[in-house]
């Protein structure tokens, strides 16, 4: 995979769990925030910039995070930008806000 910077847009809808929605899904945002990488929040998903390998495992956080929390299942989705010349950058996604 490459070692440039990529963008990964990771959306987690959480299924059959007593607690509301947005408050476990709060919880995957929580460890995306402690993780010191750049994010956005959108109103569909949170995008992330860095290196491949360090996202998926702040992705597989947050997923625990929301089963932790209190979830029976979630779907989770994935976008992901990357190249193989170079980095993927907020500024030219008109993330950086």
Do not use: W
Request: with cysteine; hydrophobic share 40%; proline share 2%.
């Amino acid at each position: 995979m490459t070692n440039h910077n990529i963008a990964l847009g990771i959306q987690i809808v959480p299924l059959r769990s007593e607690k509301h929605a947005y408050d476990l899904i709060d919880e995957a945002i929580a460890v995306i925030q402690n993780s010191g990488v750049r994010f956005s929040i959108t109103p569909f998903e949170t995008v992330m910039e860095g290196k491949y390998a360090e996202l998926m495992s702040i992705a597989q956080g947050a997923q625990q995070a929301v089963l932790d929390a209190g979830a029976d299942e979630c779907l989770i989705y994935y976008r992901i930008h990357l190249r193989k010349s170079g980095d993927v950058s907020f500024e030219e996604k008109n993330l950086n806000r």
